[in-house]
């Protein structure tokens, strides 16, 4: 049986950063796989130049890359097998190792002909004998016998050329991609025998392939640095920021970069956090992790565990911004002054905090925790008075210390545009953040997309700032998508009220209520309040202590049919709200579950709960249950 490569193009770093799909191979997978192998990378400016012929010696030098000697063929230079290839040329080594394995054979004239376009039968041929099968395994006299055999592999899938046609660049990509499908002789995955770990479906997951080839992390020192950074040229290069396609241009100072030299990509990282050093774990003679804003990170690199090692340059209390990459790790510590950006966001709330100085002594402070319209913490330092959770901030870093400044509201009204680009009469750059939040503290990032279409009146916008060319780039909204509520489903909920006939029941109001919220089970209950809720999906309001304060149900729709990202409800289309909560419903567990799951409507009765608190962008699908009918 054919093995399928598993081509999920994704190179898993916490966020997604790209991803193809996983159905039957087109050349883009195909390309990028072989790219990630390093078999064929193109040239110089990684062209792959796919329509170009492809000639005897290119192919012998692709095959050894596609073969377990792609690492040793230096050591096979220095020979002179052939009268046209000599010890100098630079297809020597390939043309040795394939020789020696039987791969490929000259002519009786004692020549090569490494400059001659290699014929499909000849390539069909390579390809047979190197995944383990000899002529006495094949039936027939050359070139018939090597081509049923190549066909019966598999190895002709999206190969266009025939018998005696020279294949081309294209032809030899998807021949050696289908190699790597194909089984040995000795009925192995021909990629298991490159050291490629299969799983239990014989399937080879193309993230391990990327991640095998990925190098970094680099800090940049500037914009500008990112090209001097890269053992390739920057054409025909693909850049990732933050998890979303980008240009080389977006590369700013301090940005995390980590690169695929085969695959000319490149993924960069922003993320960062800013505030006290308050620990280093398990000790500062052997660092793994440290606290900051209240949050462990581990270390990712030697440099960065140095930095806050015994003899390292930072101790607790310091002020720090960590530059955080994959699986948001640390790469690199630098001072809190040295990243002086603007940040605006809320107070998310505030605490003390504290520290253990040189001397061994507890040092207790005031802290605020600052969510910023890039959706990052950051933990300031409050010298004097307060500040309530969901107060709007500018914040920053001035030398050591920590200046956080209340935001005057400053709003504007208008539609945002079809495309999410624009909002009335401005224009929203390129690298806009977005902030929804509420007056208790909570606060999401959004795209601009997300906001495709919304009126937003007077007071929806909490502040704006604008770039030197008069774009919005930095937005705090107030209660616009309903995205920074927490939902949940109420499974009991039990009330007691005033009799309005009976004055001495005046005082007797109290609630008692379970519930379930991202899969896990909760419970309230107050002698003085009652919510007049029912079972069923809700919104549960916090107040700025984090307690529940008010719990509210969701209007509920019956819903038809149910899709990956939407669901037929009340005879209309209505989205489902990116981590929407969903269950299935039996024996009176609610168990999540994927929209998958519950999509087939001949199995499930579904009911679905949307947000009706009236936000210019909501009215999505919150939560989804689920039951057999």
Not at 12 to 31: G, I, K
Not at 267 to 276: D, E
């Amino acid at each position: 049986m054919k093995k399928k490569i598993s081509l999920i193009l994704a190179f898993v770093l916490t966020l997604s950063l790209f991803a193809m799909p996983a159905a039957a191979a087109d050349q883009t997978e195909v390309e990028n796989t072989i790219r990630a192998l390093g078999i064929m990378t193109g040239d110089e400016k990684g062209r792959m130049n796919l329509s170009d012929d492809i000639t005897r010696a290119e192919f012998v030098k692709l095959a050894v890359n596609a073969s377990v000697y792609k690492d040793t063929a230096a050591e096979a230079s220095g020979y002179s097998l052939f009268k046209d290839v000599k010890s100098s040329h630079w297809a020597s080594p390939s043309v040795k190792i394939a020789v020696d394995n039987g791969w490929v054979t000259g002519y009786s004239d004692g020549t090569f002909r490494p400059d001659k376009g290699i014929t499909l039968e000849e390539a069909a041929t390579l390809a047979v004998r190197m995944l383990g099968y000899t002529q006495a395994d094949l039936v027939g006299a050359f070139p018939d016998a090597q081509l049923a055999k190549y066909r019966a592999l598999g190895l002709d899938a999206n190969v266009t050329a025939t018998r005696g046609q020279t294949v081309t660049r294209r032809d030899c990509m998807n021949i050696f991609y289908n190699m790597l499908t194909a089984d040995t002789k000795q009925g192995t995955a021909y990629a298991a025998t490159l050291g490629y770990r299969l799983d239990s479906a014989g399937e080879l997951n193309y993230t391990a392939l990327v991640n095998a080839g990925v190098e970094g992390p680099v800090i940049l020192k500037s914009g500008s640095a990112l090209a001097a950074a890269l053992p390739f040229t920057t054409d025909n290069m693909t850049v990732y920021r933050n998890g979303a396609i980008s240009t080389a241009a977006s590369a700013q100072a301090y940005d995390v970069c980590y690169y695929h030299k085969n695959l000319r990509t490149v993924w960069l990282y922003s993320k960062r956090v800013t505030g006290a050093l308050t620990a280093v774990l398990p000790g500062t003679s052997d660092p793994a992790s440290v606290t900051v804003a209240g949050v462990s990170y581990t270390l990712a690199t030697s440099a960065a565990a140095h930095s806050v090692s015994d003899l390292g340059e930072y101790k607790a209390g310091d002020k720090v911004t960590l530059l955080l990459g994959r699986d948001d790790a640390v790469c690199s510590i630098v001072p809190a002054e040295s990243i002086n950006d603007t940040v605006y966001g809320v107070v998310k709330a505030v605490a003390k905090s504290s520290y253990t100085d040189s001397t061994g002594k507890a040092v207790l402070y005031d802290v605020a925790t600052v969510v910023g319209t890039d959706g990052l913490a950051r933990e300031y330092t409050l010298g004097g008075g307060t500040m309530d959770p969901g107060t709007m901030v500018s914040a920053g870093y001035t030398g050591r210390a920590g200046e956080l400044s209340r935001l005057s509201e400053k709003s504007i009204v208008g539609t945002v545009g079809d495309d999410g680009d624009t909002l009335g009469d401005y224009v929203f750059s390129g690298d806009i953040q977005i902030l929804d939040t509420n007056s208790s503290g909570g606060a999401v990032t959004v795209s601009r997309e997300r906001l495709a279409g919304a009126q937003l009146a007077y007071g929806d916008v909490r502040f704006y700032a604008l770039d030197a060319a008069g774009k919005i780039y930095r937005l705090i909204l107030r209660d616009v998508t309903g995205d920074q509520y927490v939902y949940g489903i109420i499974t009991s909920a039990t009330e007691t009220k005033p009799d309005p006939d009976d004055p001495s029941t005046s005082f007797n109001i109290s609630g008692s209520y379970s519930y379930v919220i991202d899969g896990k089970p909760g419970a309230y209950s107050s002698q003085s309040t009652a919510f007049g809720v029912k079972e069923g999906g809700a919104v549960f309001y916090y107040n700025k202590k984090g307690a529940i304060e008010r719990i509210r149900n969701l209007r509920s729709v019956d819903i038809t049919s149910v899709s990956d990202l939407w669901a037929e409800a009340d005879g209309k289309r209505t989205e489902i709200a990116p981590g929407a909560q969903i269950y299935v419903y039996s024996n009176g567990e609610y168990t999540p579950v994927g929209v998958g799951t519950i999509s087939d409507g001949d199995e499930y009765r579904v009911f679905g709960y949307v947000d009706n608190g009236g936000f210019p962008a909501g009215g999505r699908i919150r939560v989804l249950i689920a039951s057999k009918k």
